[in-house]
């Protein structure tokens, strides 16, 4: 069994930092990307940011030069340092996980349960 616990959300003033970890429990042997996606009440969830196992990234535009996601391959963990936040970045942050490999079977995916950023101004 896999599971995707996050931590680190909370509330903070516009303009504040916060840093979002995620790390993937079970018998792990890999797990091709990693990323986080958000959702605001009434809106979709989108990608926020994703990093593969080799380092590669991808970000959303409106996070460009705010944001920036990190990994750890050994502990199967990824971060996100979010910087210089604004009342529109208040949403339910998920982390997600794709191709992961372990002793029993493989997963095309998990979800975690979401952590709770909210940034007032």
């Known amino acids: 069994q896999v599971q995707l616990v996050e931590s680190g959300g909370g509330l903070v003033q516009a303009g504040g930092s916060l840093r979002l970890s995620c790390r993937a429990s079970?018998?792990?042997?890999?797990?091709?990307?990693m990323g986080w996606y958000r959702q605001a009440p009434g809106k979709q969830r989108e990608l926020v940011a994703r990093?593969?196992?080799?380092?590669?990234?991808n970000y959303a535009d409106y996070v460009k030069g705010r944001f920036t996601i990190s990994r750890e391959n050994v502990g199967h963990t990824v971060y996100l340092q979010m910087n210089s936040l604004k009342p529109e970045d208040t949403a339910v942050y998920y982390c997600?996980?794709?191709?992961?490999?372990?002793?029993?079977?493989?997963?095309?995916?998990?979800w975690g349960q979401g952590t709770l950023v909210t940034v007032s101004s």
């Open positions: 997600h996980a794709d191709q992961i490999e372990t002793v029993v079977r493989n997963y095309p995916e998990r």
């Open positions: 079970g018998s792990i042997f890999s797990i091709n990307a």
């Open positions: 990093i593969t196992s080799g380092g590669s990234t």
